[in-house]
């Protein structure tokens, strides 16, 4: 029984790859909205069932792909928050990685996604807090944190990503010490 479900795990993988990949390709000509599920699954070999076995809807798959490109962020913020929680550390991680999945993004942000984008960008980074911990002013400061940071990396994607990620590190932590300062903080 266990190694069945070990295979039906790798089939349910190897779907949602074939499923993620057809989206990718047909968005590169295709406008969103005109994407219907029955392209993806001609498109990606796989029946209705396997689509809906693994996704509810094409904004699934987005969110699906993106959390996950997301989890190895977080994951490396997570083990270098044991370190040091310097911020241009974990802003240089998530540059870093982000770089990785460029072509992606920019092709989402093209085709006017960029509302899925911030969703997922806000479910990755609150797993980086402890949820037991609630307030207000922590609230505030998790959503400023993340809008700065989404829309650091969406200004980089549409600007050709001409600076290096440790430069653009350098670059926002100077930025944020300039609005402390002016803050009297």
């Avoid at 307030?135 to 549409?158: G, N, V």
């Amino acid at each position: 029984m266990y190694h069945e479900n070990k295979k039906v795990n790798k089939v349910n993988i190897f779907v949602k790859d074939c499923i993620t990949t057809a989206f990718f390709d047909i968005i590169k000509d295709k406008e969103f909205e005109k994407i219907t599920i029955s392209e993806i699954i001609k498109k990606a070999g796989v029946s209705r069932m396997g689509f809906y076995r693994n996704f509810n809807s094409k904004e699934n798959v987005i969110e699906d792909y993106v959390l996950n490109c997301f989890k190895s962020t977080v994951d490396k913020i997570k083990e270098k928050r044991k370190l040091s929680f310097e911020t241009q550390n974990i802003i240089l991680t998530t540059l870093l990685n982000f770089q990785k999945y460029a072509n992606q993004i920019k092709l989402l942000l093209d085709r006017k996604l960029e509302y899925l984008l911030y969703n997922c960008y806000i479910k990755a980074f609150y797993s980086l807090y402890d949820r037991k911990i609630v307030s207000r002013f922590r609230d505030y400061s998790i959503h400023m944190f993340i809008a700065e940071i989404f829309y650091l990396e969406m200004t980089w994607i549409k600007n050709g990503m001409v600076e290096e990620p440790e430069k653009l590190a350098k670059i926002y932590f100077k930025i944020l010490k300039l609005h402390l300062n002016s803050l009297n903080l």
